[in-house]
Structures are given as structure tokens and as C-alpha cells.
């Protein structure tokens, strides 16, 4: 007898916001406005407007990218939950580093009032860390890994995000970063995309935001997981309690391993990734990652209501 078909929920990271977010989910699932409201709670101002009527220039500042973009994604799920058995049960949950915040909430590891404030502390703390030692990121599309390596060794910048082959983000110091985006064009890369981030994520200047997540978390209560969480440092499953603290932690200044996650899903029998929250951002790494996969998005109202295995 065949197993049935596995499948994992995947969430975006920051990027991913757009200004109207959520507005339709709110309209039409009172499962939905409830998580805009209890983030509104949670955060002591109208996250939900600030996620619906923008200013656009406020909303992709970090600070209020990472709550917005983890509250449309939880709202989403909790939209399509609602339905009552048409959204499939997960074997695995994921995010793409900040979305690895939405996969606890999925989990339960995390209740989502705490989830959302630790987004907002996240993107605060990074913001000032990228503000004490200016940096970014850079997507290199098209270089092979070993030649990016040398780039990396010989300019101080780091692998920040290795997303799918021939796609990597780079992170560092601001002249170091810029240093590392010539030398991959010159090296062959297709394309060298600077990223709209505030600093130097996944690197080691982010530290001095890990020692405030530190103290942030303190406070938290992390239950273990319902559903196994792939993390994004290792790209292995977690299904106890105790990791996941470190694990948020070490996201912050390490790689983000998100081609090797969607292999172990993949060869631990996820046939269908199910992307939920803003954007199609990882619907097509995953595709670039493993081309058999089954990929299907729920950003909005629509997608929703029309969702269908």
C-alpha cells in the first residue's frame, strides 16, 4: 500500500509585504480579523492598518515588516483552518528565516501574541544592530557555490541565505558588500541584486541583536511542537521544546539553510509544499529546488476560498 502524500506549510520572510495585505482576509474569515486584532493588541498600536493602507516607507521598515509580514501569514492559516478540513494536515512546517517565526505559531511552540511581539523585538533589535555597523544583503543569482565561496573569503561577506541552486544571498559590512556584489559580476554571475534589508542579516554583525533576543525570550514560554519544525540553521527537524530559543538565536547571525529544508522535506516524502502568507517568494525556490514538487499558494481571500488539494 502507498503512503499518502506528505505535505509541509512554508512561510515567507521579509520581502514579502505588501501594502493591502491581509485587507481581504479581514473581510472575509472573523478567524483572520481576529489575529489582526490580537496582533493590534499585542503591539499597542494598528498594525493591521499600517498592514492594509501602508505608508509603503513605513511598512518595509524592518521593525514593522517582520510583525506585518508574520501576522498576514498566521492569519492566513487560520482563514483556510477555519474551512474545516480542507486544509490538509502538515508532516513539517518551515519559514524562511523571519517566516521561521510563523512556523512556531503554526506549531503551537509559540502563542501567537508572543509570536508577533518577538517579530517586532527581532526586527528592532536588527534594525539598530545594521545601524551600529551599516551592511546588507545581496542576492547572487547564477554563480557557482564554490566560486561565490572565494568571493565571500576574499571580500569578508557571508553566505546569508543559500535559497536554491544557483541562487545565494550575501550579507555584510556595507563596503565589503559592495566589494562582493563587483567581483560576482565579474566572477560570471547572472544577476547581483541588492536586497531592501537594513543591515547585515545572518551575519556575525548581528550579535548585538541576539544578545537582546536573549533577554527577550527569557519571558517566553516555547511548548513542543505539533507539528515537527524544520530549522533553518540545520534544515533538520525539531520536536522537542529545548532548541528552539538557540535555534531563533542562531538564525540571526548564521546561514539560512533553505534549499538543504526543502531537500530533507522532500526526501522525507513532502510531495506538496503549501506556501501561506504574502507573496510567491518561495514557491519558486522551492520549484528551482526540487522540480517534482506540487506547489500551491494561499496569500489571499480568493486562494482560500478556491483552495483544493
Request: net charge neutral; with cysteine.
Amino acid at each position: 500500500m502507498n503512503e499518502p502524500a506528505k505535505v509541509a506549510y512554508v512561510f515567507p520572510g521579509q520581502g514579502a509585504q505588501y501594502v493591502g495585505m491581509g485587507l481581504d482576509l479581514y473581510q472575509n474569515f472573523p478567524s483572520a480579523k481576529a489575529v489582526f486584532e490580537q496582533a493590534d493588541r499585542a503591539l499597542g498600536f494598528s498594525l493591521s492598518r499600517l498592514c492594509f493602507e501602508g505608508p509603503e516607507a513605513e511598512l518595509v521598515q524592518t521593525v514593522n515588516a517582520q510583525p506585518a509580514i508574520v501576522t498576514a501569514s498566521f492569519a492566513c492559516l487560520e482563514a483556510a483552518r477555519s474551512l474545516g478540513g480542507v486544509l490538509p494536515p502538515a508532516s513539517f512546517v518551515a519559514g524562511h528565516s523571519l517566516g521561521e517565526y510563523t512556523a512556531l505559531a503554526a506549531a503551537c511552540v509559540l502563542d501567537f501574541k508572543d509570536t508577533v511581539y518577538l517579530a517586532r523585538e527581532r526586527g528592532r533589535l536588527m534594525h539598530q544592530a545594521g545601524r551600529l555597523t551599516p551592511g546588507g544583503m545581496a542576492a547572487v543569482i547564477g554563480l557557482d557555490t564554490s566560486a561565490l565561496a572565494g568571493v565571500c573569503q576574499e571580500t569578508s561577506v557571508k553566505m546569508a541565505n543559500i535559497n536554491c541552486p544557483g541562487q545565494v544571498a550575501i550579507s555584510g559590512a556595507e563596503e565589503n558588500l559592495v566589494r562582493a556584489m563587483e567581483l560576482s559580476k565579474a566572477k560570471g554571475a547572472a544577476r547581483v541584486v541588492r536586497l531592501q534589508v537594513s543591515g547585515a542579516f545572518h551575519t556575525p554583525l548581528m550579535q548585538p541583536a541576539v544578545d537582546g533576543m536573549t533577554k527577550v525570550m527569557a519571558g517566553l514560554t516555547f511548548r513542543p511542537p505539533l507539528i515537527p519544525v524544520v530549522a533553518n540553521t540545520t534544515a533538520q527537524p525539531l520536536a522537542t521544546a529545548g532548541p528552539f530559543p538557540e535555534e531563533l538565536l542562531n538564525q540571526l547571525c548564521h546561514c539560512v539553510q533553505w534549499q538543504r529544508s526543502v531537500e530533507y522535506m522532500a526526501s522525507s516524502g513532502v510531495s506538496t509544499f503549501i506556501e501561506i502568507g504574502p507573496g510567491r517568494v518561495l514557491s519558486g525556490l522551492i520549484k528551482r529546488t526540487n522540480r517534482e514538487a506540487r506547489i500551491i499558494n494561499i496569500g489571499d481571500a480568493e486562494a482560500v476560498k478556491n483552495f483544493t488539494l
